[in-house]
């Protein structure tokens, strides 16, 4: 048995996660263990519980200082990470050191974020793959796709006990910084006139304080009216809501590209709000934070520079299928590769030979 560990820093990890320990298991020749990031205790208490829901050992902890030791000391077959980070940190010298990276959004990040320690990195796409190797890095690249979509395919996967019937329904599913919650609020009561209205915030405006406005905006528009449904912080797998809705509202979150899979209409906010000193210092935080390349092959959303226009456009997709959908097959497997509820068999293939 080869004994592999996912260290999940943040439960938002998780969906990404869950395919590919789903498929370790299903070979008989896997024990999986779970860690959690001891800081935020609503989190490690949602991870330890699917842990215990899905059958996997999770590694108990009281501090990130003892969880690193525990983690070193077990001498893992495999070490799962979300983002690279300190990865040397949290496991053995004999350990194959794996990144699975938790999104494909619009952060520099997705290709800034290295740490030596890594041996192999899985990635969706040839387009993401053929940028990374330009980085010069150390770890290995592997093209499988995204296995946060497999569920797409091969039914649930992460836990949520949520259910959608399939209606006139929209997913709003934004970030949380530079977000545009408190922008496009206002409109969702609008939305939900016509359609039910499903909102799946990121994580962390949930479980961080300076997002805390966010959530009881949003907490508060759900309470009062029926058709707005906030899909709060159990809710771990956004994928399994994209089958369902009829379009995804969305501003620069990992959402926009992995809605490609479906092929059905994005609208892209590209307004939010900002901190006052990255409003007094906008073009550093752009430069600094975000990819600018990828902004050039967001043709396959419908943009909207405001609220209004925002809402506006929710209800002038009909030509979808001439506008957008030729680009949105294009960028589909620009950005996402194989779509095929595969890509976490891949990656255990990949890491199976590896380990042989």
């Not at 263990?33 to 330890?48: D, F, H, T």
């Not at 077990?74 to 496991?91: E, I, M, Q, T, Y």
């Not at 907490?219 to 379009?247: G, H, M, P, Q």
Request: glycine share 4%.
């Amino acid at each position: 048995m080869f004994k592999v560990l996912f260290n999940v820093e943040h439960v938002y990890y998780l969906p990404q996660f869950a395919p590919v320990a789903e498929r370790m298991t299903e070979t008989g020749i896997f024990e999986v263990y779970l860690s959690a990031g001891a800081r935020n205790k609503a989190e490690y208490r949602r991870i330890k519980e699917f842990a215990e829901l899905k059958g996997y050992r999770f590694i108990d902890c009281d501090s990130e200082k003892e969880r690193r030791k525990k983690l070193v000391k077990g001498n893992f077959d495999v070490v799962v990470f979300g983002k690279s980070a300190h990865a040397g940190k949290f496991c053995s010298r004999d350990s194959l050191a794996v990144l699975l990276y938790h999104g494909i959004g619009f952060k520099k990040c997705y290709y800034t974020d290295y740490d030596p320690r890594i041996d192999v990195r899985y990635v969706e796409s040839n387009y993401r793959a053929k940028i990374l190797k330009s980085y010069n890095y150390r770890y290995d690249v592997v093209v499988t796709g995204f296995p946060k979509l497999d569920p797409l395919f091969c039914g649930r996967s992460g836990g949520s006990q949520t259910e959608i019937k399939k209606a006139s329904s929209i997913l709003y599913a934004p970030t949380f910084y530079p977000s545009s919650i408190e922008l496009f609020a206002p409109y969702l009561l609008k939305l939900q006139e016509k359609y039910t209205v499903y909102v799946k915030p990121h994580q962390f405006t949930f479980t961080l304080k300076k997002y805390r406005r966010q959530k009881e905006l949003l907490t508060t528009l759900s309470r009062e009216r029926n058709n707005i449904k906030l899909l709060d912080f159990d809710a771990l797998n956004i994928v399994e809501y994209y089958r369902a809705v009829d379009v995804l509202i969305t501003d620069f979150s990992s959402t926009a590209f992995e809605f490609l899979a479906t092929e059905k209409p994005v609208v892209l906010c590209n307004f939010y709000k900002l901190r006052f000193k990255h409003r007094i210092f906008k073009r550093w935080f752009w430069n600094s934070r975000m990819d600018k390349e990828i902004f050039k092959f967001i043709d396959f959303a419908y943009i909207a520079n405001d609220p209004r226009k925002a809402f506006e456009l929710v209800y002038n997709v009909k030509n979808f299928e001439k506008e957008k959908l030729p680009l949105m097959k294009k960028r589909k497997e620009m950005f996402l590769g194989r779509v095929d509820g595969k890509a976490s068999g891949r990656v255990v293939e990949d890491i199976l030979r590896r380990l042989r």
